[in-house]
């Protein structure tokens, strides 16, 4: 039986990459960082059934040698991060600690612990950010646009040289933004899936948004886990980009998801400068021929399925709200 450590088991990615490694027999550990409020919500039902959860933060070294000499792992995802791209101008520095500085810690730990581990870090399209071509590979140069995407611009190197100076096996996945019902709220594709329910029950009229041209290529959560374990059983270590290859703007997903309860996003949605970046990233549009031929890998939700999920999921969710009494007019 293999063992994987995840840090940002918490979160969106870690909850759907805990219950695809349960699924393969792994033994999973996840790092779970202290808080004062519950954090376990996306992953309250994998505790009974495999998941043990184990306390350290990627600020705190001497947590991550610490998670690593009790768990042993075979393979360490990191998944932990300030991963909210306006947050990075606001905790600039918090960002980098952990986004940044977060992963060498984890890959000295690992040097120090068992250089043996295989080490998953999550990439990110941000580190594109301002396009020097289009669609992106893995070969595109980087040029990112928020503290965030020069954090993450970081990590990508480290991770490539630990792998190069100390020989361990180490991979980056540059992946593009994934969505799902687990999604952080504050994230676009949540804002409006939620909202739109929200709409749709009588709670609100409008919903205020940033910058409506942005385009993203968007694909679900579920299907891009699979792609981090794949590069993890290779029998080289080496840099993938994961995407659909399909671009769509805010103004579509808005579109999409009104439509999909009969309403019509330009009744509802206002565009309000608040939301409005310090520096955009207009456009991002990944090829992932690279997994495809090497990993098998390829994604099996679109756009609309991923969006009619969403809505039809917050649905219930806002429905069993107002049941439960904590949703009220
Ligand atoms: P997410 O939902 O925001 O989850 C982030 C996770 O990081 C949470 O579990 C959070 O814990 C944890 N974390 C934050 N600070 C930490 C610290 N100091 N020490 C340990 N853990 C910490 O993010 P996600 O969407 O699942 O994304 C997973 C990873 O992929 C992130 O690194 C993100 O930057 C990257 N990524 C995401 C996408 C995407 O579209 N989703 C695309 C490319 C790359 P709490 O629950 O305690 O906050
Ligand atoms: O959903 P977003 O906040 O995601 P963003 O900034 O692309 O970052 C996400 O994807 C990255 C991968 O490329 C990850 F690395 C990162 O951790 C995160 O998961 O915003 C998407 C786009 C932006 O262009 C933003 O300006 O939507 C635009 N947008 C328009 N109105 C909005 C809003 N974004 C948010 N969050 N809220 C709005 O009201």
């Known amino acids: 039986m293999k063992t994987a450590l995840i840090t940002g088991i918490t979160g969106q990615d870690g909850s759907y990459l805990a219950e695809s490694l349960l699924r393969d027999g792994y033994r999973v550990f996840g790092l779970q960082r202290r808080s004062s409020t519950i954090t ?9 059934g495999g998941v043990t959860l184990i306390s350290g933060d990627l600020i705190d070294e001497n947590s991550l040698i610490r998670a690593l000499e009790k768990t042993e792992p075979d393979e360490v995802y990191n998944l932990g991060a300030q991963s909210f791209v306006p947050t990075s101008w606001d905790q600039p520095i918090l960002t980098g600690e952990i986004t940044a500085l977060g992963v060498t ?7 120090i612990v068992n250089p043996k581990v ?18 992106q590979t893995e070969r595109t140069p980087f040029y990112p646009r928020s503290p965030y995407g020069v954090a993450k611009v970081y990590g990508h190197w ?7 100076s100390y020989g361990i096996f180490t991979v980056s996945g540059i992946l593009f933004n994934h969505e799902s019902p ?9 804002k409006v899936s939620f909202g739109v329910a929200r709409i749709r ?27 981090m374990q794949l590069m993890l059983r290779q029998a080289e270590p080496d840099d993938y980009v994961v995407a659909t290859g399909e671009t769509h703007s805010v103004r579509e997903l808005c579109e999409v998801a009104f439509a999909r309860v009969g309403l019509d996003y330009r009744d509802h949605v206002v565009q309000d400068e608040r939301y409005f970046r310090p520096a ?3 456009v991002l549009t990944g090829d992932a021929s690279k997994a495809r031929r090497k990993l098998g890998w390829r ?23 107002i049941r439960s009494g904590a949703m009220t007019k």
């Open 40 to 48: 376990t919500e996306r992953v309250e039902h994998l505790l009974e």
């Open 105 to 111: 810690r984890m890959l000295e730990a690992i040097r």
């Open 118 to 135: 295989r080490f998953y870090q999550a990439s990110s399209s941000e580190m594109f950010g301002k396009v020097q071509e289009s669609p």
């Open 158 to 164: 480290i991770t490539i040289n630990y792998r190069e």
């Open 182 to 190: 687990r999604r952080g709220l504050e994230f676009v594709t949540r």
């Open 201 to 227: 029950a009588g709670f609100q009229k409008e919903l205020r948004m940033g910058n409506l041209d942005a385009k993203r290529d968007w694909g679900f959560a579920g299907d891009y886990v699979r792609a």
């Open 280 to 282: 955009e990233v207009h």
């Open 299 to 321: 994604p099996e939700t679109d756009f609309k399925g991923l969006v009619h999920m969403m809505v039809d999921a917050d649905m219930e969710l806002v429905a069993a709200m």
